[in-house]
């Protein structure tokens, strides 16, 4: 089965810090993606990346950067902390050219205090 | 950009058939996802629509009508484990991200 692990299942950081949420696949996926969900909102896409040092903007990308350094390792860094980055970050990853069928972590809940 | 639409809440009595219709606007259009996601749990994938038509996979089947920018999630005997969100997302082109809509919850009665 498809592994995809989030390093934190819950963070509380406070305004200002700078925040690093790790995300490890281990299918030897191609594209990897960073999402938000808040209620009523569904999930929201950051960033997402098709290769090693490649990253493109997703739907909401302000306040946030991603690092690809290795293919099974997606990180999502926000430089400065704010209390409107509290919410539910997913990870996700596929190994299909088209992404119909993404594979999950099971998700960290950042709040920003 | 892209968009979808669906309803925020469904509730249904255990063996019943349930809709979930999905519509969207989209600069472009490949295929239409959905996805089941349990309170505190990560989505799961269920099922794939790039032709129109029905797929059916046990007692889940999705609908896609491209020419209507349409389709829906179909649920039928409902069990009470069926209760969970599902979201609806579309790929702009092969190889786009995914787009979600903002999920619609389904409670089952018993």
């Known amino acids: 089965d498809v592994k995809v692990t989030q390093s934190s299942r819950y963070l509380v950081k406070r305004t200002g810090e700078k925040v690093f949420l790790e995300c490890v696949q281990d299918?030897?996926?191609?594209?990897m993606f960073w999402y938000r969900q808040d209620p009523g909102l569904g999930l929201r896409l950051i960033y997402f990346s098709y290769d090693v040092k490649m990253k493109e903007k997703g739907d909401i990308p302000e306040g946030y950067s991603v690092s690809r350094e290795k293919k099974e390792r997606f990180s999502l860094i926000l430089e400065s902390a704010s209390t409107n980055q509290t919410s539910m970050y997913l990870c996700?990853?596929?190994?299909?050219?088209?992404?119909?069928?993404?594979?999950f972590g099971s998700g960290t809940q950042l709040s920003v205090l | 950009g892209q968009s979808l639409e669906q309803p925020s809440e469904v509730t249904a009595v255990e063996g019943a058939i349930v809709q979930i219709n999905c519509t969207y606007q989209?600069?472009?259009?490949?295929?239409l996802s959905w996805y089941q996601q349990h309170d505190g749990g990560a989505p799961t994938f269920l099922s794939y629509n790039a032709l129109d038509g029905l797929e059916e996979t046990g007692r889940f089947s999705s609908f896609l009508s491209r020419s209507d920018s349409y389709g829906y999630l179909l649920l039928q005997e409902l069990q009470m484990k069926d209760s969970a969100s599902y979201f609806c997302a579309v790929s702009g082109a092969a190889g786009n991200k995914l787009t979600f809509g903002g999920g619609t919850r389904v409670l089952v009665k018993p």
């Open positions: 989209t600069s472009g259009f490949y295929g």
């Open positions: 996700a990853s596929s190994g299909s050219t088209t992404n119909e069928k993404l594979f």
């Open positions: 299918m030897d996926h191609e594209n």
